[in-house]
């Protein structure tokens, strides 16, 4: 080993290692909820009318997981000398500390918490970060500008958002939020004036230093956010102009640490509580400063890393979650960064113009043999705007909020879907939706096609009759009920998919009048199904939603 090398190594394992004496953060994490003081039966004291109003929707349950952290352990902790809290996670049960490492033992051996687990080096608030991990990103700005009229139709019309709005759906009523590495001069782009005039800038916050300042540390999420809502009539328009946004960031640029996984989860709790409908997030994790907190390509599986957690976490409060894919296609890495591996998310690719896999884009599968990304979008040439000009821009991170505001403005269309159904419409009117593959996916979504297969199937829901539970959990059971059938006898029934083939025909016994029928539905995977039921002359339909 050379004299160089042997510093080198030298440098990195003294700034991974806490030692005493250096402040830290770490996450703490609590056995309960004892003394939280809050209770699901009262759970507009802890979320938003909206955000109540769209788990009611969607038919989700408030859960002891909705139910913020224990006060009193916020507090004891927050007593201790030399230790001080952040953020609470209350799908997660902890909080963010910053303390001396000499403090852990003292901590974890309070009897209400469970864990402590190092996060990141130094102080959150306070100190320099000396080593920067440049991650290869095939992510970049063009020199120069081109204000050329509507510059961004081409890359709409791809996607149909150009038929979309015509139609006049730009995301109105919508709420989407931004997760990202920083928000430069959004606040003094023109492009965005709509945005403040209208008020449409919800809430903004900063989970890199607790602040409320996100107009500073970087400008990727001000490209990723033109993707979205930057407009300027006869110049550019993103996907969903007049949503309204919340900005957050949770991406530390100057350097990668697991704490980023955690503020991405507080995040994502505060999207939650406020009624958010859309997060788009154009960050991704896979290796860290620390190589001691890496993962593998093995622990891409949809159950492990605490950001994948965090957005399957979102996904069940109702929320959809829209993530790019990853850069890392022309890496040693080459496969997607988490949180793409989650399930009932949307995990985005990139494409070029002529449809075909960006070279930079992040291979699937998950590691346990799921198609990833779901789709695709426009990543290579990109424009979007930054201050006053328009650029080019490749990646991922950009083809993600396209799809983003793409599916705001579907769901705005058919407002009575779920975070799910969005999702599997976008997916089964994909450009290869027939033949999905681990590059594009299901290939690339189109407005037209999907607005006019949701109106094929909700529009002729007519004389439906009770499905429960719905959606299908892990008991992969059903119960059918109607006061319309007639009983005693025999029901057929038949389970096509949202394309309209049929998967299965039965036929099940009606013990009496509004007694309800036990169905075994464990034959069907998850996604979407429309049953249909036939009694004698009648003709009834439902649909049939599998998690």
């Known amino acids: 080993m050379g004299k160089n090398r042997f510093y080198i190594l030298l440098i990195a394992w003294t700034l991974a290692v806490p ?32 955000s109540l109003l769209r788990r ?46 000499s403090k852990i033992a003292v901590i974890t051996a309070l009897p209400f918490v469970r864990n402590v ?18 991650k290869i990103e095939a992510d970049f700005m063009a020199n120069g500008n081109n204000n050329s009229k509507e510059e961004s139709d081409p890359q709409n019309a791809l996607i149909g958002v150009d038929s979309m709005h015509k139609a006049g759906f730009l995301g109105q009523g919508m709420l989407i939020a931004i997760f990202d590495s920083g ?34 540390y970087d400008n990727h999420g001000s490209r990723v956010l033109s993707c979205i809502s930057a407009f300027k009539e006869g110049v550019f328009s993103g996907t ?19 704490v980023e996984e955690y503020n991405w989860l507080f995040a994502a709790e505060f999207a939650d509580s406020i009624g958010v409908d859309v997060i788009n997030s154009s960050v991704g994790y896979s290796y860290f400063d620390d190589e001691t907190m890496d993962y593998t390509y093995d622990d891409l599986n949809g159950q492990t890393t605490v950001i994948t957690k965090a957005a ?38 990139a494409v070029t113009y002529d449809l075909t896999r960006s070279s930079f884009s992040s291979y699937g599968p998950t590691s346990d043999g799921r ?55 976008l997916k089964m009117t994909a450009s290869q939706a027939d033949a999905p593959d681990t590059l594009i996916g299901y290939g690339v979504p189109d407005f037209v096609r999907a607005y006019n297969k949701a109106k094929i199937n ?27 059938l007639d009983s005693p006898g025999m029901i057929e029934l038949a389970f096509y998919d949202l394309k309209g083939s049929t998967l299965s025909t039965t036929a099940v016994t009606v013990n009496g009048e509004k007694v309800p029928v036990e169905v075994d539905v464990s034959f069907l995977r998850p996604g979407i199904y429309i049953v249909n039921i036939i009694n004698g002359e009648k003709r009834l339909k439902s649909k049939l939603v599998i998690l």
């Open 458 to 484: 909700e529009g002729d829901l007519k004389g439906e009759f009770i499905v429960f539970p719905n959606p299908v959990t892990q008991k992969r059971v059903i119960y059918l009920y109607s006061d319309s």
């Open 183 to 216: 928000f430069e001069k959004v606040d003094q782009s023109s492009f965005y004036s709509h945005l403040y005039s209208n008020n449409k800038i919800t809430a903004t916050r900063d989970f890199i230093r607790a602040t409320g300042n996100v107009y500073r």
């Open 371 to 425: 198609i990833k990304p779901d789709v695709s979008a426009l990543g290579t040439q990109v424009r979007v705007a930054y201050g006053e000009d328009i650029f080019f821009s490749n990646g991922t991170s950009f083809s993600s909020p396209m799809v983003a505001g793409l599916a705001a403005g579907f769901w705005q269309a058919w407002p009575d879907l779920t975070n799910i159904e969005v999702i599997e419409y």
């Open 56 to 101: 009611e929707r969607q038919h989700i349950l408030i859960t002891t997981r909705d139910i913020p952290v224990s006060d009193t352990y916020v507090t004891t902790l927050d007593l201790m000398d030399s230790v001080t809290v952040y953020f609470t996670t209350k799908w997660m049960n902890g909080v963010l500390v910053e303390t001396d490492q």
């Open 117 to 134: 687990e190092y996060v990141a080096p130094g102080s959150k608030l306070g100190g320099s970060r000396v080593i920067r991990k440049l």
């Open 312 to 349: 399957k976490m979102a996904a069940a409060t109702g929320m959809l979650v829209v993530v790019s894919q990853g850069n890392e296609g022309n890496n040693f890495w080459k496969y997607m960064n988490a949180p793409a591996d989650a399930d009932s998310i949307l995990a985005v690719g």
């Open 240 to 258: 969903a102009p007049q949503a309204d946004v919340v900005l957050c960031v949770t991406e530390d640029v100057s350097t990668e640490y697991k």
């Open 19 to 50: 030692s005493f004496g250096q402040t830290n953060r770490y996450m703490v994490f609590f056995k309960d909820k004892n003394g939280s003081g809050y209770s699901i039966d009262r759970p507009e004291e802890f979320l938003s009318e909206r």
